[in-house]
């Protein structure tokens, strides 16, 4: 081997050399800090799982608990898993008001629904409906009306907007309210009919599905 390229490797050793003394450290460093972030994000997955089943069995016993028709007790419990957040919170609160208003435990209801918090849009347009109806029955239609807003989007809501604009006497809303409802709800649901029977109450003719297709 020639002398000059035996003195461009050893240059070259040497260039590697120095690069690693002032760069190791932070080689190394981000290699641990590599190594931790992926273990961070395995100890986050675990604790995220162990989260949830947690959440699940609370879930479980709520549910268990609202069944058996022990409603003092199961509201402690639902007020536990509101602590969670998250989609079991919110499916047990309304299981929680659907047992309550049976008793005929409106107002607990009512609170109860109140209190329900969720991401969910859709979960979130269940509560709101549900609750705008126990307000109507409790003659609260304006602010039913307010909680469900000027344009709402999803059947039920609509729907419930209806109840309350009917509950006020105001029928022409509440006809141009439930035809919105009828628009977006399918032929064959079953709800369509109680929506159509909520029309005709207040003076508005069901549109035919034969009669939408011409």
Known sequence: MAIDDLLDEHEQSERVRGWLRNNGAGLIGGVVLGLAAIG?????QQQRNA????????FDAALKT??????????PLVKALAQDGGTYAALASLQLAKAQVEAGQRDAAIATLRATKTDDVALAVVVKSRLARLLIDAGKATEALTLIG??????????????????????????????????????????RRLVELKLTEVGGTPTRPEDRTL
């Open 66 to 75: 609202i069944e058996s028709k022990d409603l003092k007790k199961a509201g």
């Open 150 to 191: 000027d344009k709402p989007e999803a059947a039920a809501a609509i729907e419930a907007r209806g109840d309350a604009l009917a509950a006020l006497g105001k029928q022409v809303e509440a006809r141009a309210a439930y035809s919105q409802a009828l628009a977006k709800i399918d032929v064959a649901a079953p709800q």
């Open 51 to 58: 989260a949830s089943e947690a959440a699940g069995a609370r």
């Open 40 to 44: 961070g994000w395995q100890w986050w």
